[in-house]
């Protein structure tokens, strides 16, 4: 058997591959769940969470397949989160500029 030393160099190849991996994951969750936002931070934090203890549950069971997918659900997950913070405080943003100039009323 092969020794691998414990830490390599990637390769843009490999991180490329990695967050293509990534976003088809991005893309399941939307085809199943849509592109509702997290309706709270603490929804956010639950389902990371959630996420993580599977990822937990994977790595004590030594199977690296399910452990990239767990990784890439808790990834999801993160990016997700960021994604809702951002879309509301743009949805704040906008609507305060328009009562602002009285567009709502």
């Not at 990534?22 to 969750?29: C, E, F, S, T, W």
Request: charged letters at 30%; proline letters at 1%; glycine letters at 4%.
């Amino acid at each position: 058997m092969v020794k691998v030393p414990l830490k390599l160099q990637i390769s843009e190849e490999r991180i490329t591959a990695a967050m293509d991996f990534i976003v088809k994951k991005m893309r399941m969750r939307i085809a199943k769940k849509g592109q509702l936002s997290h309706a709270s931070r603490h929804e956010s934090l639950g389902l990371i969470a959630e996420e993580y203890f599977e990822l937990i549950e994977a790595i004590k069971s030594n199977d690296d397949e399910e452990i990239v997918h767990e990784l890439a659900d808790v990834a999801v997950g993160c990016i997700w989160a960021i994604a809702s913070m951002q879309e509301k405080e743009e949805f704040r943003k906008t609507t305060q500029e328009q009562l602002d100039h009285g567009v709502i009323v």
